[in-house]
């Protein structure tokens, strides 16, 4: 879903790069997510997710004519 919205905002490179870091090793990188759930217990995971994806694929933050 997250590469879809960049797709939507023209952020090709963003979607890649989601795409390349879930989907090239999709154990390790469900692994990853959950330990860092498991260190945040009462935040949300979908911020958790959001946060982690920001930190390896840069902001979000798109800004709407």
Known sequence: MA???????GQEAQRDCI???YF??????????A????????A?????L?????KKCGSFDYRTQ
């Open 3 to 9: 590469g879809m919205i960049a797709v939507e905002n």
């Open 19 to 21: 795409n390349d870091w």
């Open 24 to 33: 090239s090793d999709q154990t390790q990188s469900n692994a990853y997510v």
């Open 35 to 42: 330990d860092i759930m498991k260190d945040y217990p009462s």
């Open 44 to 48: 949300h995971p979908l911020a958790i």
């Open 50 to 54: 959001y946060a982690i994806l920001e």
